[in-house]
């Protein structure tokens, strides 16, 4: 009920976004395409779909596991966290506004999802297949590294040391119902939210030649996003830098790990080109 | 904000050396220090404490007075680690492992002060659960608790007042207050919700359908202890306060109402002060939620159990902790027909009666849980296990749960409270809702959300500030209040150095603004403790506030902390500051 509500609302909020931006960014000179060309390129990305279906499926099937292997063996990071950067998300909220609430509130949810959205339908659309092999590639690293990282760190976040204050939740206590639903409260470090809205960002500077627009708007939403999660009391300081680490190592580790894919197809195809010219058929 | 919550810098030597390559700005002054101690160097120790409580989404209150303990500790020179745990790991840490320094965290405080003795008597500090965590030891009150549980009236009241002088001087746990139990609730399905007070087990039983509607239909609450719906074990050594639902399911002999402790499933008892024994008969065809009689043998069988869980098999007795005290006092009891039982009690009437209020365990259920899980810890089975499938005979019987979501009971039509003819039925009955469903919601908040959209009845009575005043914008739905017995405390590992010492627990006792926390966290909504009992007539004048606590009253006046005064106490207490202003012994 409560959780539904909410679920369809920021469903229908970023289906609109995401058609709108479609018009904006992809154009639609690009549909309709040849049925041909759409089932080539989908066989190339389909592994990687259904890698990353398979990784988020464990995640979530996992959180619960996780949390007793979490108080079994992780390693209490938080009161670190504190010791370094202390009350500086109390600092940060003393900007406060009702506009920025507002604003940072609806990114958190609203912006963040779209964010995430967006370059799978973009990029699906896009003649060639590189932009969503890396897409995937590096959301799959994002949320493997993520998930290793809580596992070995109990965290909680700066609004439950009373750093501040929960602001999202005080302003729409109902988007709780959503969020805990996909993540414990002491999962904070990295944050997720930045690392994967900085990976889209990196992901739109790289590939501005295939959509020029997409970037202009990534940035600033993927700024917005990461400040959000401070204003918000939900991440530290630490945890939003660690993002913006994960991120760079995620959209690394997929460049590589693409390339490395690239030349293993073209290698096997090499070797079994090789190997019926020797057979005697 | 107070002057010493400014942003912190640096790092104490612990986190140094838990930090790592993280810490690694910090690592310089605390790594050198670290060898020198390593070595036997000649620097002294500087004071170390973790500080652990709950996190802010599970009691923002707690959260707030160990934020303000951490940062006057640090002014006062003492490197802290402030840790923040769940519920139910802060109190297996706390409760079953005694492995912590100090913690900020709440406790139920019998109705009658006899639970003093196994909570802070030096016999029970190798148990586990509320049996003296502290590890605190004092010749003079063990005698004097010991003492109490034999008289009765005016004597027995000079001696708890007496303990509880002896017990607030050496601050085994620093009382700081009892918070006002605060529920929202919507009064067009239900009302009486003030009739009783709302964290006693018999507060929803009390309630009656609003004018016009029957006895019928579901009673709708919110919860946000996930807990709930995982462990229905009444026996559990950690259970919380604020979880009355083992409560509902498994009832006791006899129960506290209109003044005292009257018959509940035993029909009537009398007591013979000189032999102490007590001799009472059950309800006539009393039964178990899966339809099993409840006979005298059942009422045997569970103070038996209670005594030893493991029943004879392990190499020493497991008494179950959550009952301890109440174990502790019986001898034997003897079935002298079907519906009636002899206990031997020893102790005084007074104290004899509360024997009665322990839950009354179905034998066949519990005689095969007696297997020995730690005999570290002298942990059996039956106060482990989730107990998933809960039989009990209590006025509510399990129906159906999802696990991290709801928890549904339903109307116990055989319990005497629901049969007409019965003084139970005449006093509360019948029950005024068919079933009773319980709903896991991420916060108070978000559940009341649900109840100002009409699809819950009440909250748990355990509302935070935010919400209060929220509730008062909302028409349809009211607050409910009532004093608690829920003691709001800092307790102290005496096992521990430099917790072992008096002195030093008492200053930072006097770190505590108890009436400021009262007035600026609780928003006026509790009442100042000085004494770990909560009610008036066993707390000495001597003890009582007066503004201020008597005992070991704030450093400091006004709402400002006193850095030098608190700085003099610990140095009282044996230890030295060094040049640069740390504690260090």
Known sequence: MALFEVLTQVAAVVALAVAVSLGAVVGFSRFPRTRQQFFTQLRIVAP??????????????????GTVVQWAIGFHLSPVIFEIEGTFVAWLQTFQTSTATTYFSAIYVYGYAYLLVFPIVAYALADRTKPLRLLILAYILNYVIGLVCY??????????????????????????????????????????????????????????????????????????????????????????????????????????????????????????????????? | MDAESSPRHGLTRRRALAGGALAASGLSSGCVE???????????????????????DADARLTAIARTLVD???????????????????????????????YIGTMAADRDPDYLR??????????VGWQNPFGFTDQGSDSLLDAQRYQSGQQRRETIQDALTDITG?????????????????????????????????????LDPAPGRSPEGRLRMTAVEKILTERLNPLLPTFSEFDALTAYLYDPLGRYYDGQIRPWLAQSWSIDESAREIRLELHPDLTWHDGE?????????????????????????????????????????????????????????????????????????????????????????????????????????????????????????????????????????????????????????????????????????????????????????????????????????????????????????????????VEST?????????????????????????????EVPFAGSGGEFDVERAKQYFEDAGFQYTNDGRLVY
């Open chain 2, 72 to 102: 006057r500790l640090e002014a006062v020179g003492i490197a802290t680690d402030f840790l923040l745990t769940p519920t139910d790991q802060l109190r297996k840490k706390v409760l079953t492992n005694r492995d912590f320094d100090v």
């Open chain 2, 34 to 56: 670290t060898i020198e101690r390593f070595f036997g160097g000649s620097s002294r120790e500087q004071v170390s404490l973790e500080i652990v409580t709950v996190p802010a």
């Open chain 1, 151 to 281: 596992i070995l760190f109990i965290a909680y976040g700066p609004r439950n040391y009373l750093i501040g204050e929960g602001i999202l939740y005080s302003f729409w206590p109902q988007a709780q119902f959503l969020t805990s639903e996909v993540n414990t409260n002491t999962n904070v470090f990295p944050s997720l939210h930045t690392s994967l809205s900085v990976t889209v960002a990196t992901l739109a500077v790289m590939t501005r030649d295939l959509y020029p627009r997409w970037a202009p708007i990534a940035i600033p939403i993927a700024l917005s996003v990461c400040l959000s999660t401070m204003y918000l009391g939900i991440h530290w300081g630490v945890d939003v830098l660690a993002g913006a680490g994960l991120a760079a190592i995620s959209v690394y580790g997929a460049v590589r790990l693409d390339d490395h894919f690239e030349r293993g197809v073209s290698a096997s195809r090499e070797w079994w080109g090789t190997l019926r010219n020797r057979l005697p058929i």
């Open chain 2, 522 to 550: 609780f928003d006026g909504h509790a009442d100042p403790l000085t004494t770990p009992v909560t009610d008036a007539e066993w707390i000495p004048s001597s003890l009582a506030w007066n503004g201020s606590d008597p």
């Open chain 2, 170 to 206: 050496e601050q085994p746990i620093v009382p700081l207050l009892s918070d006002t139990a605060i529920a929202a609730v919507r009064r067009n399905r239900f009302e009486g919700w003030d009739r009783v007070r709302a964290r006693d087990p018999l507060w929803l039983l009390a």
């Open chain 1, 48 to 65: 990687y779909l259904v890698f990353l279906g398979i990784v988020l499926g464990f995640t979530s099937a996992l959180r619960e596991v």
């Open chain 2, 118 to 127: 196994t909570t802070f008597q030096s016999s029970y500090s190798n148990g």
């Open chain 2, 293 to 517: 009689a409840l006979t005298a043998a059942d009422v045997q069988f569970t103070y038996r159990f209670l005594n030893d869980t493991a029943m004879g098999t392990g190499e020493t007795r497991h008494p179950a902790p959550r009952f301890r005290r109440q174990s502790s006092l019986v001898d034997a009891v003897d079935v002298l027909d079907d519906q009636t039982v002899r206990i031997s009690v020893d102790a005084a009437p007074a104290v004899a009666r509360t024997v009665l209020t322990a839950p009354l365990l179905p034998e066949h259920v519990w005689e095969s849980r007696t297997d020995v899980v730690d005999e570290s810890t002298g942990l059996t089975q039956a106060v482990t296990w989730d107990n998933p499938d809960p039989v009990g005979a209590g006025t509510l019987a399990f129906e159906s749960r999802t696990v991290e979501e709801s928890l549904v009971l339903t109307r116990n039509s055989d319990h005497p409270m629901n049969r007409e003819g019965t003084a139970l039925f005449e006093r509360f009955g019948p029950l005024a809702f068919d079933s009773l469903r319980f709903r896991v919601v991420p916060s108070d908040l978000a559940g009341l959300s649900l109840l100002t959209d009409g699809d819950v009845d009440a909250t748990v009575p355990k509302l935070g500030n935010d919400v209060i005043s929220n509730v008062r914008n909302e028409s349809a739905v009211d607050l409910v209040t009532s004093p608690s017995r829920t003691v709001y405390h800092v307790g102290f590992n005496a096992r521990r150095r430099p917790l072992q010492n008096p002195g030093f627990r008492r200053a930072i006792a006097r770190l505590f603004d108890k009436g400021d926390i």
